[in-house]
């Protein structure tokens, strides 16, 4: 007597993330999405003319620097220090 036991295939694992790296994911989301956010405002702050760039504390060579700023960093800090440095 042969017994024939039925054979139940189990879904994989999938590899997880180390502790944290979720967290770490989601906040490198949220600061990319930031980031392309102030570039777009960078774009839209371009097309004012100087007389309105300068009512917000703001001159055509600050969005100059703010744009060739590295793609990493956020052009509204610089554009804020530049403004308070006035």
């Keep these: 007597m042969v017994l024939v036991t039925a054979h ?3 879904p994989k694992k999938r590899a997880a993330l180390p502790l944290g790296a979720g967290r770490t ?3 490198l ?5 930031q980031i392309v956010g102030s570039r777009k405002e960078l774009a839209r702050l371009a097309d ?10 703001l001159t055509r ?3 100059h ?18 403004a308070k440095r006035r």
């Excluded at 007389?51 to 504390?57: E, H, S, T």
């Design 61 to 63: 060579s600050d969005l």
């Design 29 to 33: 989301v949220r600061a990319v999405r």
């Design 8 to 10: 139940r295939t189990l």
């Design 65 to 82: 620097v703010a744009r060739f700023a590295p793609l990493w960093q956020d052009p509204t800090g610089i554009l804020n220090r530049r």
């Design 48 to 57: 004012l003319d100087d007389r309105m760039l300068a009512d917000i504390g």
């Design 25 to 27: 994911i989601a906040m």
